[in-house]
T-cell receptor, first 109, second 119 residues
């Protein structure tokens, strides 16, 4: 059964304090691993797609990496506006997105 | 690019009434649209997948007669919650995946969500 586990559940950072969010997954035939950002009361906002182990993608202060078992979302020198819930999802042979429960990030000035 | 809208953004209705939620892809054609439900502090739960011009595929445990989905065009899908009850109160989010009849992209782009409250 396809499964996604995200850790930590919640993360509090001081502005400028870099950290990483983890997404562990098991999936039959990985077609893609996706990272989304979700603000309270809004729909998820697409960040990255990773397709194969070793792949990395960057956008501003965010960098996503992928291995055969997990993905990391690295946040470098975060700002308060980076506060949100970050969701990881995988797509396997079933074509559906299987989401993790997310990491709630709070960045304090 | 890749903008998805939902209407309404919130709705309050009486128990027993029906509510229709629209999902539109504004700047791309979406051969496939998805409907999710999200409870407070929980992740997204897929309810159904709809392909333009064909019947929706519902996930196990989702009542297809209660949650009617129509995907009449490449830019519009609707979800109708029939005979709504308080337990149907939730945050409903749609997503759209770009593609044509020969090419399908992987990324799903999400709408802003609709907050449904049934009294």
């Amino acid at each position: 059964e396809d499964q996604v586990t995200q850790s930590p559940e919640a993360l509090r950072l001081q502005e400028g304090e870099s950290s990483s969010l983890n997404c562990s997954y098991t999936v039959s035939g990985l077609r893609g691993l996706f990272w989304y950002r979700q603000d309270p009361g809004k729909g998820p906002e697409f960040l990255f797609t990773l397709y194969s182990a070793g792949e990395e993608k960057e956008k501003e202060r965010l960098k996503a990496t992928l291995t055969k078992k997990e993905s990391f979302l690295h946040i470098t020198a975060p700002k308060p506006e980076d506060s949100a819930t970050y969701l990881c999802a995988v797509q396997g042979y079933t074509d559906k997105l299987i989401f993790g429960t997310g990491t709630r990030l709070q960045v304090f000035p | 690019g890749a903008v998805v809208s939902q209407h309404p953004s919130w709705v309050i209705c009486k128990s027993g009434t029906s509510v229709k939620i629209e999902c539109r892809s504004l700047d791309f054609q979406a051969t496939t649209m998805f409907w999710y439900r999200q409870f407070p502090k929980q992740s997204l739960m897929l309810m159904a997948t709809s392909n333009e011009g064909s019947k929706a595929t519902y996930e196990q445990g989702v009542e297809k007669d209660k949650f009617l989905i129509n995907h009449a065009s490449l830019t519009l899908s609707t979800l109708t919650v029939t005979s709504a009850h308080p337990e149907d109160s939730s945050f409903y989010i749609c997503s759209a995946r770009a593609g044509s009849r020969t090419v399908v992209y992987n990324e799903q782009f999400f709408g802003p969500g609709t907050r449904l409250t049934v009294l």
